[in-house]
């Protein structure tokens, strides 16, 4: 969900960028930014499952095998549970939108803006984006109380 959700914001903010710098077919750097986006996202989610199912095998021992008729629940009950084990639950929940967003930066910068990477090119924009939707969100309320 949170992927998805960071998904919709960097395709939004590279269609501006592409629009404000007037490199023209916006429609197709917003594409090639999403469809890189989704499969980071897809490969880190498989790869970190890996992770989660070979750290719980090794907690199972050898009657841990997992058929796909089994759709019991996943919830490690053992090392997961701890704080280390939060951080590390976060960190797993949050990384594939963070390199999708990465990436998606660095295909702005470089290939979109022709530039080189730098902190304020790679993600310059982002704050004005949303600023420049809530001001819109507002004149659009105020329009809409005036009628």
Do not use: H
């Not at 090392?79 to 660095?106: D, H, N, T």
């Amino acid at each position: 969900m949170i992927g998805a959700m960071v998904m919709i914001f960097v395709a939004i903010w590279i269609y501006q960028s592409a629009i404000k710098n007037n490199t023209g077919n916006a429609v197709m750097w917003a594409c090639i930014a999403a469809g890189v986006f989704l499969a980071s996202q897809l490969l880190l989610v498989n790869f970190q499952v890996f992770l989660l199912e070979e750290f719980r095998a090794d907690k199972g021992g050898d009657n841990y095998e997992r058929d796909l008729t089994s759709i019991g629940d996943r919830k490690n009950e053992g090392g997961f549970q701890s704080g280390g084990g939060v951080f590390l639950s976060l960190l797993l929940e949050l990384m594939p939108p963070v390199v999708g967003l990465l990436l998606a930066a660095v295909i702005r910068a470089v290939f979109m803006l022709k530039q080189g990477i730098s902190i304020n090119t790679l993600f310059g924009g982002i704050i004005e984006m949303f600023t420049e939707t809530f001001a819109a969100m507002l004149n659009s309320f105020k329009e809409g109380l005036k009628k």
